[in-house]
């Protein structure tokens, strides 16, 4: 056997076809969301100019779900860290508390909508002013369904950490949850922030 043979079998597998899949989402994901962004500027001009845009304070619900990613980002490393030194026992632990964490999230936004709702906030505008709801709606909504794409991913990880295979050796499933859960998490701080100073 070559040493060629022998180093492929001992490295790590973490990059497949699978992977580059994911960065195509995160890509189009991204375009997505940038387009939304636009839109909401495009709006926000026109609304200010014509002194319709109703301007509000986010849901405390949003900031509290801020938190939350970031501490289920913190699980999420920790996994993959698992994963890396073959610590195979604490991944489905870890993942499930990432997932945990991520449902919390679900509701956090949903409490978050709740909010906007009892202050007279709602998807449809019923005056033209409040189309600026309408985009918090749209955007939280959007990232809400990423979410959910998710949380599938690591059902799908906890179900094959609990068989034993995701370890050092095969490291490519746990690598895209992880590639994909910090861009959530990222991409929702960051939506925060362009709501709060836009």
Same mark, same amino acid.
């Given at each position: 056997?070559?040493?060629?043979?022998? =180093?492929?079998?001992?490295?790590?597998?973490?990059? $497949?076809?699978?992977?580059?899949?994911?960065?195509?989402?995160?890509?189009?994901?991204?375009?997505?969301?940038?387009?939304? !962004? $636009?839109?909401?500027?495009?709006?926000?001009?026109?609304?200010?100019?014509?002194?319709?845009?109703?301007?509000?304070?986010?849901?405390?619900?949003?900031?509290? +779900?801020?938190? &939350?990613?970031?501490?289920?980002?913190?699980?999420? =490393?920790?996994? %993959?860290?698992?994963?890396?030194?073959?610590?195979?026992?604490?991944?489905? +632990?870890?993942?499930?508390?990432?997932? /945990? !964490?991520?449902?919390?999230? !679900? /509701?956090?936004?949903?409490? #978050?909508?709740?909010? *906007?709702?009892?202050?007279?906030?709602?998807?449809?505008?019923?005056?033209?002013?409040?189309?600026?709801?309408?985009?918090?709606?749209?955007?939280?909504? @959007?990232?809400?369904?990423? &979410?959910?794409?998710?949380?599938? *991913?690591?059902?799908?990880? /906890? @179900?094959?950490?609990?068989?034993? =295979?995701?370890?050092?050796?095969?490291?490519?499933?746990?690598?895209? !949850?992880?590639? %994909?859960?910090?861009?959530? #998490?990222? *991409?929702?701080?960051?939506?925060? *922030?362009?709501?709060?100073?836009?």
């Amino acid at each position: 056997m070559s040493s060629s043979t022998i =180093q492929n079998n001992t490295t790590p597998k973490e990059f $497949s076809p699978k992977t580059v899949i994911i960065w195509l989402l995160i890509v189009a994901s991204t375009m997505l969301f940038l387009a939304f !962004c $636009s839109a909401y500027f495009v709006h926000q001009g026109d609304g200010l100019r014509n002194n319709a845009w109703l301007k509000f304070d986010l849901p405390f619900e949003f900031w509290l +779900s801020a938190g &939350i990613v970031l501490i289920s980002s913190f699980f999420m =490393q920790m996994a %993959y860290r698992a994963a890396q030194k073959d610590d195979i026992y604490k991944i489905p +632990s870890l993942l499930t508390i990432t997932l /945990i !964490c991520g449902i919390a999230f !679900c /509701i956090s936004q949903f409490y #978050g909508w709740l909010n *906007l709702m009892d202050r007279g906030l709602f998807l449809s505008n019923k005056e033209p002013a409040e189309i600026s709801a309408s985009f918090v709606y749209v955007i939280s909504a @959007a990232h809400f369904a990423h &979410i959910i794409g998710g949380l599938i *991913l690591l059902t799908v990880g /906890i @179900a094959r950490a609990s068989k034993l =295979q995701i370890h050092k050796k095969n490291l490519v499933f746990i690598n895209i !949850c992880k590639t %994909y859960w910090h861009f959530l #998490g990222i *991409l929702w701080i960051l939506l925060l *922030l362009f709501l709060y100073f836009a």
